[in-house]
């Protein structure tokens, strides 16, 4: 009998094609193996019982990287079918529906050949069928060698030797290649010749300075982790004052010296995604103090690549590795463009010649008891987006927020997620954006139907919408903000079928509403295809402008003007000024971002937001210090109405009370958590999707489901998508094709 098994999902450059060569052969089945333009497609001739055999083998054994979306299996009638099982040439329908390969961590069989290999040791390039550079190196699809910048490094005699022995665990990898043949290092300033640059970059380090290095995602600035001074000159020359840092570390023992890690945590920084984890920061670890000001959780990460790995063996110690770029500009993927751009602020280059076809940051993700909360996909979670709810057909590209800049489309029933970009008020991150998708469009074959974009009539992303609208022909279409937030978390759940009424409660920095209206304390019902918007926090005077999101007190001035903090806050001038404007103010906002940051101003924790949520951040993170020294403390709950200002004035009290910063920031993140779950018990909620950006905050998460487990009620936070505005151009996508 003939049979063809199509296979759709996360099998190519997955080592997919050679596991069914291998398994095939074990199995004595004659037939074909090739990547085809929905997935991979397998054609053999055996007996029924053998082909189930095949089949659930291939379930239960697939490559740790892969992941099966759709199996169809079907019987043939006339395949031609010779003698033995082949890999073959890739086979072109004209029409792609193909879930596209992320980029892998390095794998532990590649770090052993770095350490062991003849014409691999203390190579940069070294990769396998299951780690290494894939969407990044990608200019076109089925993910086969030619259709790869490292298609421009012939393969040598050995490494086509291994390209075409089944024994060999570089069996079909389309990124072979070796110091013979591959990629090379080079510095600038130029090293004198015969000089090894990964001892030059480590001499550089030794010495205090700061190195960029271009990994195959693009560049990384990297310093000692362990040296305030050269910390503090790395702040001074990126203009990044108090922001925190990522820092990477050798492996996972060494992690362990300095930070406390949960199973879930390690698992997450040893998985084929690799992403930078925000651990809880002991007080006696050898990392500077500045790293990350005032906060008591550090992202680190393990090395996702081979060039990383190499530096920090030689280093011995952990590494600042933060992204290369200006502040606002996006990543930098290129030599030329570094040079340029990072001048006065790296004092060495270690580059390479493989074009970067998507630059990608590192994902930066945290886990919440057992809920995984990503802060930025990017490098080993995107371009996919693999939710609880089915994607649309039609080909519809959502444009998101302008903040955290990604798009997503649908196109044939799949979902996808660019990388992060960065902020669209750089004309940079603007143009790559534009880039990124327009290389999409044309190497998907893309025809889009319709555009999304954010109902805010300034965005930067609705102006990118209009320009591929006016030049495709295609209608735009405005979802609301805080609505996007909310049919994120329900996509990422499944729950657009849920015949209960489902509360969705959406708490974020800003967001437009109507008018004059700003939003980020929103609360929505869904119930069967409809959202209906819920009135309960109260709105109140912008001042300023965008200031007002910068300066906390601002904020304070704003919700509470009768603080008898205002005065130590502002000179006599000012506050004649701030006073004038917000009473002649039409603008209106509530926001629960911005009631952290009149929590941060009245506390005195910071009077400034020198990049996003730093005040809210801040906040949490003196919160949590004070219930780790009170472990037994029962938070105190504030007795508050639904205007912001009786919170402040509940801490104001409790200020004149005598009682601690910590003790005050506690309850204040507990009572927002109760006020929360009691109005869902009131009004007779029992599931509950909670979304926006404020669901970052660790505490908050901990509180809110705390209480809403005491009263049986189920909450969702986003898992799969971002809460923050990188899950935007899901929620849009996901509105636009379930909200009537």
Same mark, same amino acid.
């Given at each position: 009998?003939?049979?063809?098994?199509?296979?759709?999902?996360?099998?190519?450059?997955?080592?997919?094609?050679?596991?069914?060569?291998?398994?095939?052969?074990?199995?004595?089945?004659?037939?074909?193996?090739?990547?085809?333009?929905?997935?991979?497609?397998?054609?053999?001739?055996?007996?029924?019982?053998?082909?189930?055999?095949?089949?659930?083998?291939?379930?239960?054994?697939?490559?740790?990287?892969?992941?099966?979306?759709?199996?169809?299996?079907?019987?043939?009638? !006339?395949?031609?079918?010779?003698?033995?099982?082949?890999?073959?040439?890739?086979?072109?329908?004209?029409? +792609?529906?193909?879930?596209?390969?992320?980029?892998?961590?390095?794998?532990?069989?590649?770090?052993?050949?770095?350490?062991?290999?003849?014409?691999?040791?203390?190579?940069?390039?070294?990769?396998?069928?299951?780690?290494?550079?894939?969407?990044?190196?990608?200019?076109?699809?089925?993910? !086969?060698?030619?259709?790869?910048?490292?298609?421009?490094?012939?393969?040598?005699?050995?490494?086509?030797?291994?390209?075409?022995?089944?024994?060999?665990?570089?069996?079909?990898?389309?990124?072979?290649?070796?110091?013979?043949?591959?990629?090379?290092?080079?510095?600038?300033?130029?090293?004198?010749?015969?000089?090894?640059?990964?001892?030059?970059?480590?001499?550089?380090?030794?010495?205090?300075?700061?190195?960029?290095?271009?990994?195959?995602?693009?560049?990384?600035?990297?310093?000692?982790?362990?040296?305030?001074?050269?910390?503090?000159?790395?702040?001074?020359?990126?203009?990044?004052?108090?922001?925190?840092?990522?820092?990477?570390?050798?492996?996972?023992?060494?992690?362990?010296?300095?930070?406390?890690?949960?199973?879930?945590?390690?698992?997450?920084?040893?998985?084929?995604?690799?992403?930078?984890?925000?651990?809880?920061?002991?007080?006696?670890?050898?990392?500077?103090?500045?790293?990350?000001?005032?906060?008591?959780?550090?992202?680190?990460?393990?090395?996702?690549?081979?060039?990383?790995?190499?530096?920090?063996?030689?280093?011995?110690?952990?590494?600042?590795?933060?992204?290369?770029?200006?502040?606002?500009?996006?990543?930098?993927?290129?030599?030329?463009?570094?040079?340029?751009?990072?001048?006065?602020?790296?004092?060495?280059?270690?580059?390479?010649?493989?074009?970067?076809?998507?630059?990608?940051?590192?994902?930066?993700?945290?886990?919440?008891?057992?809920?995984?909360?990503?802060?930025?996909?990017?490098?080993? +979670?995107?371009?996919?987006?693999?939710?609880?709810?089915?994607?649309?057909?039609?080909?519809?590209?959502?444009?998101?927020?302008?903040?955290?800049?990604?798009?997503?489309?649908?196109?044939?029933?799949?979902?996808?997620?660019?990388?992060?970009?960065?902020?669209?008020?750089?004309?940079?991150?603007?143009?790559?954006?534009?880039?990124?998708?327009?290389?999409?469009?044309?190497?998907?074959?893309?025809?889009?139907?319709?555009?999304?974009?954010?109902?805010?009539?300034?965005?930067?992303?609705?102006?990118?919408?209009?320009?591929?609208?006016?030049?495709?022909?295609?209608?735009?279409?405005?979802?609301?903000?805080?609505?996007?937030?909310?049919?994120?978390?329900?996509? !990422?759940?499944?729950?657009?079928?849920?015949?209960?009424?489902? +509360?969705?409660?959406?708490?974020?920095?800003?967001?437009?509403?109507?008018?004059?209206?700003?939003?980020?304390?929103?609360?929505?019902?869904?119930?069967?295809?409809?959202?209906?918007?819920?009135?309960?926090?109260?709105?109140?005077?912008?001042?300023?402008?965008?200031?007002?999101?910068?300066?906390?007190? +601002?904020?304070?001035?704003?919700?509470?003007?009768?603080?008898?903090?205002?005065?130590?806050?502002?000179?006599?001038?000012?506050?004649?000024?701030?006073?004038?404007?917000?009473?002649?103010?039409?603008?209106?906002?509530?926001?629960?971002?911005?009631?952290?940051?009149?929590?941060?101003?009245?506390?005195?924790?910071?009077?400034?937001?020198?990049?996003?949520?730093?005040?809210?951040?801040?906040?949490?993170?003196?919160?949590?210090?004070?219930?780790?020294?009170?472990?037994?403390?029962?938070?105190?709950?504030?007795?508050?109405?639904?205007?912001?200002?009786?919170?402040?004035?509940?801490?104001?009290?409790?200020?004149?009370?005598?009682?601690?910063?910590?003790?005050?920031?506690?309850?204040?993140?507990?009572?927002?958590?109760?006020?929360?779950?009691?109005?869902?018990?009131?009004?007779?909620?029992?599931?509950?999707?909670?979304?926006?950006?404020?669901?970052?905050?660790?505490?908050?998460?901990?509180?809110?489901?705390?209480?809403?487990?005491?009263?049986?009620?189920?909450?969702?936070?986003?898992?799969?998508?971002?809460?923050?505005?990188?899950?935007?151009?899901?929620?849009?996508?996901?509105?636009?094709?379930?909200?009537?």
């Amino acid at each position: 009998m003939y049979w063809r098994f199509s296979i759709g999902g996360i099998v190519q450059g997955v080592g997919f094609r050679p596991f069914i060569k291998k398994l095939a052969d074990e199995l004595k089945i004659n037939g074909r193996v090739f990547n085809s333009e929905q997935g991979v497609v397998v054609e053999f001739a055996a007996e029924r019982l053998i082909a189930e055999t095949f089949r659930k083998r291939i379930f239960d054994e697939k490559p740790s990287a892969a992941w099966i979306e759709s199996f169809v299996k079907s019987s043939e009638q !006339d395949l031609k079918i010779g003698d033995g099982f082949s890999i073959d040439p890739s086979m072109n329908s004209g029409v +792609l529906n193909l879930r596209l390969t992320p980029d892998f961590k390095l794998c532990d069989s590649c770090i052993e050949d770095l350490k062991t290999h003849p014409r691999r040791k203390d190579y940069a390039f070294t990769t396998c069928t299951i780690c290494g550079p894939r969407f990044s190196i990608a200019k076109g699809f089925p993910f !086969d060698r030619e259709q790869l910048s490292i298609s421009d490094f012939k393969m040598c005699a050995d490494c086509s030797r291994e390209y075409i022995d089944v024994k060999d665990r570089r069996f079909h990898s389309q990124t072979n290649s070796c110091k013979t043949c591959g990629p090379q290092l080079d510095t600038y300033p130029e090293a004198p010749k015969g000089t090894n640059l990964i001892e030059e970059a480590v001499l550089y380090l030794t010495q205090g300075k700061i190195i960029a290095v271009q990994t195959t995602t693009g560049f990384l600035l990297m310093a000692d982790a362990t040296n305030e001074k050269v910390i503090e000159r790395l702040r001074s020359r990126k203009n990044r004052p108090q922001k925190p840092f990522a820092v990477v570390y050798q492996d996972l023992d060494h992690l362990a010296e300095d930070f406390k890690i949960e199973e879930n945590q390690a698992e997450l920084l040893c998985s084929a995604v690799g992403p930078i984890v925000l651990l809880e920061s002991a007080s006696n670890t050898k990392l500077a103090n500045n790293i990350a000001p005032g906060l008591n959780e550090i992202g680190v990460m393990l090395p996702s690549n081979p060039l990383v790995y190499l530096i920090i063996q030689q280093f011995s110690k952990p590494l600042i590795a933060t992204s290369g770029n200006r502040g606002g500009s996006p990543l930098i993927a290129n030599i030329d463009e570094a040079k340029l751009l990072l001048e006065g602020i790296v004092d060495l280059y270690l580059y390479h010649h493989l074009e970067i076809v998507h630059p990608m940051d590192d994902s930066v993700t945290k886990m919440v008891g057992d809920h995984p909360i990503i802060i930025r996909p990017a490098r080993g +979670l995107t371009p996919n987006y693999i939710g609880g709810t089915k994607a649309g057909n039609n080909t519809v590209i959502a444009f998101g927020a302008d903040m955290k800049a990604h798009y997503a489309l649908f196109h044939e029933g799949k979902c996808y997620l660019s990388p992060y970009f960065g902020n669209l008020e750089s004309f940079e991150v603007q143009e790559r954006m534009k880039f990124s998708l327009r290389h999409l469009i044309n190497v998907l074959d893309l025809i889009p139907q319709e555009f999304l974009i954010d109902v805010h009539p300034g965005y930067f992303s609705r102006a990118l919408a209009e320009s591929f609208s006016n030049e495709f022909k295609v209608p735009l279409k405005s979802i609301p903000h805080h609505q996007a937030h909310f049919c994120s978390g329900l996509a !990422d759940h499944g729950l657009f079928q849920k015949k209960t009424s489902i +509360l969705g409660i959406i708490l974020d920095g800003v967001g437009f509403l109507e008018g004059e209206k700003l939003g980020g304390a929103e609360l929505f019902e869904y119930h069967q295809g409809e959202i209906t918007p819920i009135e309960v926090f109260s709105f109140y005077p912008i001042i300023a402008g965008d200031k007002m999101s910068t300066e906390t007190r +601002l904020s304070l001035l704003s919700i509470y003007p009768d603080s008898k903090a205002i005065p130590g806050l502002f000179n006599h001038v000012e506050l004649e000024l701030y006073h004038k404007l917000r009473m002649i103010s039409k603008g209106r906002i509530r926001s629960m971002g911005r009631l952290f940051d009149a929590a941060a101003a009245l506390l005195g924790i910071t009077q400034i937001n020198s990049y996003e949520g730093e005040a809210a951040m801040k906040v949490e993170a003196i919160a949590a210090r004070y219930l780790k020294h009170h472990s037994h403390y029962q938070p105190k709950h504030f007795k508050v109405d639904y205007g912001f200002e009786s919170y402040l004035r509940a801490i104001e009290d409790g200020i004149e009370e005598g009682r601690s910063i910590g003790e005050l920031a506690l309850n204040f993140i507990a009572t927002i958590a109760y006020q929360l779950v009691s109005f869902a018990l009131k009004n007779q909620y029992k599931e509950v999707v909670c979304s926006g950006g404020v669901f970052q905050n660790g505490l908050l998460i901990h509180f809110i489901e705390d209480y809403a487990r005491n009263v049986q009620i189920n909450l969702y936070f986003n898992s799969i998508s971002s809460p923050n505005d990188s899950g935007i151009p899901i929620g849009q996508l996901y509105h636009n094709h379930h909200i009537n």
